[in-house]
T-cell receptor, first 113, second 114 residues
Framework: GQQVMQIPQYQHVQEGEDFTTYCNSS?????IQWYKQRPGGHPVFLIQ?????EVKKQKRLTFQFGEAKKNSSLHITATQTTDVGTYFC?????????????FGQGTILTVHP | SAVISQKPSRDICQRGTSLTIQCQVD?????MFWYRQQPGQSLTLIAT?????????ESGFVIDKFPISRPNLTFSTLTVSNMSPEDSSIYLC???????????FGSGTQLSVL
């Protein structure tokens, strides 16, 4: 079945440093989504990428979808303590918009002030 | 967006008992899902709750262990049956609205089985 691998598992940064998490799928994806889960909270949708090579920005967050639609990345510029949490990518198999989402293992980000 | 009320928020249960988790949404939704998240781990889809028909289970999950009901487009329950310590986890209800493929999650039920 479809597998979505995410690295790194943990990332510790000093406030102001940049952060990147990477996501790779074993199969071509229809789209990929990113979620953030604060400690003790539930996952919250951040963004969806659909097109090959797509790049989207949300303030300090930059999301990319690979040309082959099998990988994606999330980059945070100048991290802040409010960025703390676990970031999950979630891939949807090719050919459907409402198919099953497969979540990556998540990257736990800690930011030291 | 959808507002999801999930309860209980946490429970401590004895081995061999069952717990039913409820998920109420403030609007009608097409897709409802149940996920499990073990401590520090990713989200694993248990099943898709289908309105008016049997749930669709993912590999490794069976109806006898995780019976699901979905009597209407705003409500679903997940029962964790004959619990063992291995069932200790966070269980999350999730919904996807019509024409809106992102997921909204409930606040989760933290289950501990002794």
């Amino acid at each position: 079945g479809q597998q979505v691998m995410q690295i790194p598992q943990y990332q510790h940064v000093q406030e102001g440093e940049d952060f990147t998490t990477y996501c790779n799928s074993s199969t071509t994806l229809s789209n990929i989504q990113w979620y953030k889960q604060r400690p003790g909270g539930h996952p919250v949708f951040l963004i969806q990428l659909v097109k090959s090579g797509e790049v989207k920005k949300q303030k300090r967050l930059t999301f990319q979808f690979g040309e082959a639609k099998k990988n994606s990345s999330l980059h945070i510029t100048a991290t802040q303590t409010t960025d703390v949490g676990t970031y999950f990518c979630a891939g949807r198999a090719g050919g459907t918009s409402y198919g099953k989402l497969t979540f990556g293992q998540g990257t736990i980000l800690t930011v030291h002030p | 967006s959808a507002v999801i009320s999930q309860k209980p928020s946490r429970d401590i249960c004895q081995r061999g008992t069952s717990l039913t988790i409820q998920c109420q949404v403030d609007s009608q939704v097409t897709m409802m899902f149940w996920y499990r998240q073990q401590p520090g781990q990713s989200l694993t889809l248990i099943a898709t709750a289908n309105q008016g028909s049997e749930a669709t289970y993912e590999s490794g999950f069976v109806i006898d262990k995780f019976p699901i009901s979905r009597p209407n487009l705003t409500f679903s329950t997940l029962t964790v049956s004959n619990m063992s310590p291995e069932d200790s986890s966070i269980y999350l209800c999730s919904v996807g609205g019509t024409g809106d493929v992102k997921l909204f999650f409930g606040s989760g039920t933290q289950l501990s089985v002794l």
